[in-house]
């Protein structure tokens, strides 16, 4: 049976968006909030963790044979940072952590920014968009 998208807006009567945002509480733990910076809303916390990554087309199709590995950055209740090897070739992307505390974190995001590093590999963060079942 293929994953159900569920859009995060349309569950704020049913409780989901609070079980989103306590996967992620459980996913920064213990961690301390990175530094301010004005421009941001919502605190950040590291995380760094291989995640899967696998784009999604303009047609809302997964893109399975182009999957690749992530490295997380940082997290927050509204976004996530995180590390790549190569350019993103599609705007939107389903990212899944799958670990034996929590079970799996799956949720389908879009790119805010990306930029390469000096070491040449890229940085992206992205807006959390839904909740994947």
């Keep these: 049976m293929p994953d159900q998208i ?15 945002e306590g996967q992620i509480l459980e996913l920064i733990g213990d961690s301390q909030p990175i530094g301010t910076d004005e421009r941001r809303v919502r605190e950040r916390f590291p995380i760094c963790c291989r995640m899967l990554l696998t784009p999604v087309d303009r047609s809302a199709q997964e893109v399975s044979d182009e999957m690749s590995i992530i490295i997380g950055k940082d997290l927050s209740r509204s976004g996530i940072c995180f590390s790549h090897e190569l350019p993103l070739t599609h705007r939107r992307m389903i990212i899944t952590l799958t670990q034996s505390e929590f079970g799996q974190f ?20 992205c807006r959390l968009i839904r909740k994947v079942m």
């Design 6 to 20: 569920t859009d995060i807006p349309a569950l704020m009567s049913n409780g989901s968006v609070e079980e989103l």
């Design 106 to 125: 799956k949720v389908e995001a879009e790119i805010a920014w990306t930029r390469q590093t000096p070491v040449g590999l890229y940085e992206t963060g």
